[in-house]
């Protein structure tokens, strides 16, 4: 079996997001992550990056694997005892995800190297265990404008949350960095870690796991980044808290840009929110001047087509549209023809819950809606009239 087929057949499940789909799978492919840690929270960052189809992964750590490691450290084994971290780090993504290139920096980072060794990342993933190295993470990223997922453990206790110094100014981000939580002092540098103060290795599996789905929604921009924000984990508790570390901000699910697209492109995603917002619409109750619009993925429309004159937007696709029908289409968008002819869109889907949050994304927008379809795509399929202009069903090749 072929790589692009086993990349495509391990991602199924996560492609099936409305806020992934292909398009999104493509963002994550092109991503490159810079990982500082081979250890702990480096375990479970680097696998779940892998296996979710992160491209590149620079991974920087010089130590090597020690028994009392393993309580935590799942990447490595008693098999690789006084191997350097760095190699299991390339050999547990080799595992997950052929395709995934790990770049293994076998050296200590500082002031020195850190520019050199961040600067190709779209996300800088903090998985050090002392301040020493968070300070110098946090100075090359600040330099570089690059967001830093971070994470820290103390016995059954975490902290996660995202610093950026620079967060695009259409995000409605609050820019907020490490000085800004922890004072460069003599003081912050003595905290001890988890050698002094013992940590449960389940607490570091979650904490990192967080870290890994920070830096997914950073790639994507979708949901809300946890910049400006730190969770709080208590492990011994079982609960979480969230402490604000900046004043509130116009941020919203969706809100961040992607990483690693131009820069004018951002993403929309957003959950449904309950109430209000465009109707559902029985078959029966369709009206013949809507245009149907198919938010399926493209195996499902091929396998059971829509109606004739149907136009295709996957819901992926759709939820990173951000104009309304005032902003030129490019021709060959599903919606162009829409714009210029004024027709009301009813979105379907298998069910219904992809047709009701592209039907309240579109109606956000400005785009005229007539609801969604209810229920899903009915099995006896009316005639309705295309919008003057419509590509033919299966014309859109995104």
């Given at each position: 079996?072929?790589?692009?087929?086993?990349?495509?057949?391990?991602?199924?499940?996560?492609?099936?997001?409305?806020?992934?789909?292909?398009?999104?799978?493509?963002?994550?492919?092109?991503?490159?992550?810079?990982?500082?840690?081979?250890?702990?929270?480096?375990?479970?960052?680097?696998?779940?990056?892998?296996?979710?189809?992160?491209?590149?992964?620079?991974v920087i750590d010089d130590d090597t694997v020690e028994l009392s490691n393993l309580n935590r450290q799942t990447l490595h084994g008693v098999d690789t005892l006084g191997r350097l971290k760095t190699d299991g780090a390339v050999a547990a993504a080799q595992r997950l995800s052929p395709e995934t290139t790990v770049v293994p920096h076998p050296v200590r980072l500082g002031d020195a190297n850190a520019h050199e060794l961040l600067a190709g990342a779209d996300v800088i993933l903090d998985g050090s265990d002392s301040f020493t190295t968070r300070f110098i993470v946090h100075r090359a990223a600040t330099a570089l404008?690059?967001?830093?997922?971070?994470?820290?453990?103390?016995?059954?206790?975490?902290?996660?949350?995202?610093?950026?110094?620079?967060?695009?100014?259409?995000?409605?981000?609050?820019?907020?960095?490490?000085?800004?939580?922890?004072?460069?002092?003599?003081?912050?540098?003595?905290?001890?870690?988890?050698?002094?103060?013992?940590?449960?290795?389940?607490?570091?599996?979650?904490?990192?796991?967080?870290?890994?789905?920070?830096?997914?929604?950073?790639?994507?921009?979708?949901?809300?980044?946890?910049?400006?924000?730190?969770?709080?984990?208590?492990?011994?508790?079982?609960?979480?808290?969230?402490?604000?570390?900046?004043?509130?901000?116009?941020?919203?699910?969706?809100?961040?840009?992607?990483?690693?697209?131009?820069?004018?492109?951002?993403?929309?995603?957003?959950?449904?929110?309950?109430?209000?917002?465009?109707?559902?619409?029985?078959?029966?109750?369709?009206?013949?001047?809507?245009?149907?619009?198919?938010?399926?993925?493209?195996?499902?429309?091929?396998?059971?087509?829509?109606?004739?004159?149907?136009?295709?937007?996957?819901?992926?696709?759709?939820?990173?549209?951000?104009?309304?029908?005032?902003?030129?289409?490019?021709?060959?968008?599903?919606?162009?023809?829409?714009?210029?002819?004024?027709?009301?869109?009813?979105?379907?889907?298998?069910?219904?819950?992809?047709?009701?949050?592209?039907?309240?994304?579109?109606?956000?927008?400005?785009?005229?809606?007539?609801?969604?379809?209810?229920?899903?795509?009915?099995?006896?399929?009316?005639?309705?009239?295309?919008?003057?202009?419509?590509?033919?069903?299966?014309?859109?090749?995104?």
């Amino acid at each position: 079996m072929s790589t692009p087929r086993l990349a495509a057949d391990r991602t199924v499940r996560q492609r099936t997001l409305p806020q992934i789909g292909d398009s999104g799978q493509e963002l994550l492919a092109r991503a490159t992550v810079a990982v500082v840690g081979a250890g702990g929270l480096g375990s479970p960052v680097i696998q779940y990056l892998a296996a979710a189809g992160i491209g590149t992964v620079h991974v920087i750590d010089d130590d090597t694997v020690e028994l009392s490691n393993l309580n935590r450290q799942t990447l490595h084994g008693v098999d690789t005892l006084g191997r350097l971290k760095t190699d299991g780090a390339v050999a547990a993504a080799q595992r997950l995800s052929p395709e995934t290139t790990v770049v293994p920096h076998p050296v200590r980072l500082g002031d020195a190297n850190a520019h050199e060794l961040l600067a190709g990342a779209d996300v800088i993933l903090d998985g050090s265990d002392s301040f020493t190295t968070r300070f110098i993470v946090h100075r090359a990223a600040t330099a570089l404008g690059l967001p830093v997922v971070y994470g820290a453990l103390m016995q059954w206790n975490a902290q996660v949350t995202v610093f950026w110094s620079a967060p695009p100014e259409t995000s409605g981000l609050p820019a907020t960095v490490l000085t800004d939580l922890f004072e460069d002092s003599a003081t912050t540098h003595a905290a001890p870690g988890c050698a002094e103060a013992g940590v449960l290795g389940a607490v570091v599996g979650i904490t990192g796991s967080f870290m890994a789905l920070e830096a997914v929604k950073l790639i994507l921009g979708t949901g809300t980044p946890l910049l400006g924000r730190l969770l709080l984990i208590d492990g011994l508790a079982g609960t979480t808290t969230e402490i604000p570390l900046a004043a509130p901000s116009a941020v919203t699910a969706g809100s961040a840009r992607p990483l690693g697209t131009d820069q004018g492109t951002t993403s929309a995603a957003r959950l449904p929110r309950p109430g209000g917002g465009p109707a559902p619409i029985g078959p029966g109750q369709v009206d013949p001047q809507a245009a149907w619009l198919d938010v399926r993925r493209p195996e499902e429309s091929r396998e059971r087509p829509g109606p004739a004159g149907t136009l295709r937007l996957p819901l992926d696709q759709l939820l990173r549209l951000r104009t309304g029908p005032s902003v030129p289409l490019p021709a060959d968008h599903p919606l162009a023809a829409v714009r210029s002819s004024g027709a009301r869109l009813l979105p379907f889907c298998a069910s219904g819950p992809r047709s009701l949050t592209a039907a309240r994304h579109l109606a956000e927008l400005g785009w005229p809606v007539a609801g969604y379809l209810d229920g899903g795509l009915p099995t006896t399929l009316p005639t309705p009239r295309a919008a003057p202009g419509a590509p033919a069903a299966g014309a859109h090749r995104g």
